[in-house]
């Protein structure tokens, strides 16, 4: 999610007093026109969500059934979306509806015509209710086919408040300061950062936020659509400016070695489970659920988020990402998928994983109220605040061949560039290679 921070935090207040007048009225959209419609029916749902997010979400799918009579079955497929669903499809046993976590995958499926656009009624919702810049983000040319359900503010570095506050430490507004206040946690004993680099997503969240501050909005659009090649100078710079961090062993729990063999959760873990191992971790909104539900943290309490830094004079960068529900046309099942997606449109919907954490929700309408702490009531804020100047996560608009594929890509280049940040610029060819090959596909 991209905004200028200072516009951003302005309208929040505003936009918490208008979304108090509207968020109660107009009522949900009855799933189905009400009552047990959809009796005897089952549809499949596929998505990448595991542990918490998958236990959270299937109360959305509970409350689903409850509302329609229809049983539903999650599929989780890992990171692998695209391969998972394509081999599923040729199989002849498609799920009803995937949950699609790149706009970049999005597009390929449209393109293989593996979808089905959506109905009015999503529609109308989506029109009225959310921020038409993720109408576009769901949308092949002018037809619609992704409703984005649950977003992401990928602009958050959690911290432990009792780490820094062991190290004397206030959150930092600049990169180099958090590198700074970095050094200040690990000689007070804990690392500074825990760095997921088993999970080569994170990285590229790392390098986006980076690149989005210190090169800016436009070039940040055009690297994005390839229209910038990744051997531009801004991107051997943004790189350098990462390299920083990963070639500091002082910076990272267990150095490069330790952040290899580190995984999403893990890294969270680091910070906020029993045994800290550092003070930091980056990552989106999401890192929340998985503090509070796996570890019992009390979000704003014992874990806590400052925006991700400035860089080099640049504006805080705000990154977004997000789900989008999309049916499928060989689903068995279609008019009760459709029903689902009308459902996951309605406020109603996402006050269910609101609720529970982990969570936040493009959709206006949705109160505010619902999310449980108040740090989630915040990033949602910013997140409906932002509106059409949203800036969508860069590795989730490539081709997934290229920004969206375990042990290849881009996940894989910044993987080899964590191991040895020596040569900000062979890497950057690297990633070129890569990308031409993708995007020609």
Request: with cysteine.
């Amino acid at each position: 999610m991209m905004r200028r921070r200072t516009t951003l935090l302005a309208s929040c207040t505003a936009l918490a007093l208008a979304l108090g007048a509207t968020a109660c009225g107009g009522g949900p959209v009855a799933a189905g026109g009400g009552g047990k419609s959809l009796s005897g029916q089952t549809i499949t749902v596929a998505g990448v969500w595991s542990g918490s997010e998958q236990k959270n979400f299937q109360k959305v799918l509970d409350a689903f059934t409850a509302k329609t009579g229809a049983k539903t079955q999650f599929v989780s497929t890992g990171d692998n979306v695209s391969t998972v669903v394509g081999s599923k499809i040729e199989g002849g046993n498609a799920p009803d509806v995937v949950m699609v976590p790149q706009v970049g995958v999005l597009q390929q499926f449209a393109k293989e015509g593996w979808l089905k656009p959506l109905s009015k009624t999503t529609e109308q919702s989506v029109d009225t209710n959310y921020a038409s810049v993720w109408k576009k983000y769901g949308s092949v040319g002018d037809t619609f086919y992704g409703l984005y359900f649950k977003a992401a503010h990928k602009s958050t570095v959690w911290y432990s408040p009792d780490a820094l506050d062991q190290a004397g430490v206030k959150p930092p507004t600049t990169y180099d300061a958090m590198l700074k206040a970095g050094h200040t946690v690990s000689d007070s004993g804990l690392a500074a950062f825990s760095v997921a680099g088993q999970d080569g997503w994170t990285l590229t969240d790392w390098f986006e936020n980076i690149y989005l501050s210190q090169a800016g909005p436009e070039k940040y659009d055009a690297l994005a659509a390839h229209r910038l090649k990744w051997t531009d100078p801004t991107v051997v710079e943004a790189l350098t400016t990462l390299g920083k961090l990963f070639k500091d062993k002082q910076l990272m729990a267990g150095g490069q070695k330790g952040a290899l063999n580190t995984d999403f959760p893990g890294s969270v873990e680091k910070v906020f489970g029993p045994k800290p191992e550092a003070g930091m971790v980056y990552e989106g909104d999401f890192v929340a659920g998985v503090a509070k539900d796996q570890f019992g943290k009390m979000i704003g309490q014992d874990a806590n988020f400052f925006p991700f830094p400035a860089v080099d004079g640049g504006k805080a960068p705000v990154v977004s990402g997000g789900d989008a529900a999309v049916v499928l046309k060989d689903g068995k099942n279609q008019k009760a998928a459709m029903t689902f997606l009308e459902y996951l449109a309605t406020p109603e919907a996402a006050a269910v994983w609101a609720g529970a954490g982990g969570f936040l929700s493009p959709n206006k309408k949705l109160d505010l109220a619902s999310y449980s702490d108040d740090i989630a009531r915040e990033t949602a804020k910013s997140l409906v605040a932002a509106g059409d100047s949203v800036r969508f996560d860069m590795s989730d608009q490539a081709p997934a061949a290229f920004g969206g594929t375990k042990g290849a890509g881009e996940w894989k280049i910044l993987q080899d560039f964590l191991r040895d940040p020596s040569d900000p610029k062979a890497t950057a060819a690297e990633l070129e290679k890569a990308a031409a090959k993708a995007y020609q596909g």
